[in-house]
């Protein structure tokens, strides 16, 4: 029976897609059940739990890093429901296996990493084929001259001053979001790569190193050497 002492260590990770979904708690509550109910039946211990509200392609995600960070530390494992509350993208999910991440999903509890990779594909590609999908329907739409969202007559009238301050917190948003992702990269692989670069290694193998230590671009995608060269010139 395992103690407090010897017992798995998780870190669950929960995340929801609007600031809708996480003020009410929809979508939330499910993947907290799931993740305790999985760590009780490993008679596991959980060393915290994180909750953020993003979307899955957005790789500026503050809350992920915090977990990650802490995980790393307490030598724990990263729980999350379901393989798409990680990420929707396959670079994230690729970069986080390669640097160490200790990682867990629910729904394929017994998956190797290499299944997980390629769940991972598999998901990325069906998102890819349902946005497809989507601009087709609205290109069709407005070919026949339909007026879609925010373009149909008289739906910002009266409004017009939160569409515009609207526009300008989510620019700046995103700008701060872009900003601090930067920077953190920046932090992470900028010292390693001038330190391989003074010693005189190529472009290729500084981007072969950052790879291998699960050290994602700006992007989330794997590093070559052009990125190397922008980074170094930064």
């Not at 002492?5 to 998780?10: D, E, N, V, Y």
């Not at 760590?39 to 909750?51: H, M, P, W, Y």
């Not at 001053?161 to 930067?182: F, I, K, P, V, Y």
């Amino acid at each position: 029976m395992n103690t407090a002492a010897t017992a798995q260590k998780f870190v669950v990770y929960t995340r929801v897609s609007t600031a809708e979904q996480g003020a009410s708690g929809l979508g939330l509550d499910a993947q907290r059940h799931s993740c305790r109910a999985y760590v009780a039946s490993l008679g596991g211990v959980i060393v915290r739990e994180f909750v953020e509200v993003a979307s899955g392609d957005d790789d500026a995600r503050p809350i992920l890093g915090e977990a990650l960070k802490l995980a790393k530390r307490t030598r724990a494992t990263v729980l999350v429901s379901k393989l798409d509350r990680l990420s929707r993208v396959v670079a994230k999910v690729a970069g986080l296996i390669r640097g160490g991440t200790e990682l867990r999903v629910v729904e394929c509890a017994g998956a190797s990493t290499l299944e997980l990779q390629i769940r991972a594909v598999i998901a990325e590609e069906e998102r890819r084929k349902i946005g497809e999908r989507t601009r087709d329907a609205l290109a069709s739409a407005k070919r026949r001259g339909v007026k879609l969202g925010s373009a149909r007559p008289g739906h910002w009238k009266g409004r017009e001053h939160r569409r515009q301050a609207g526009a300008a917190a989510g620019s700046a948003a995103a700008a701060a979001g872009r900003r601090e992702l930067r920077a953190d990269v920046y932090s992470e692989a900028l010292p390693l790569a001038s330190t391989m670069r003074a010693g005189g290694s190529s472009l290729r193998v500084i981007a072969a190193a950052l790879n291998s230590k699960g050290i994602a671009t700006v992007q989330g995608s794997s590093w070559q050497a052009q990125t190397v060269k922008r980074l170094l010139g930064a």
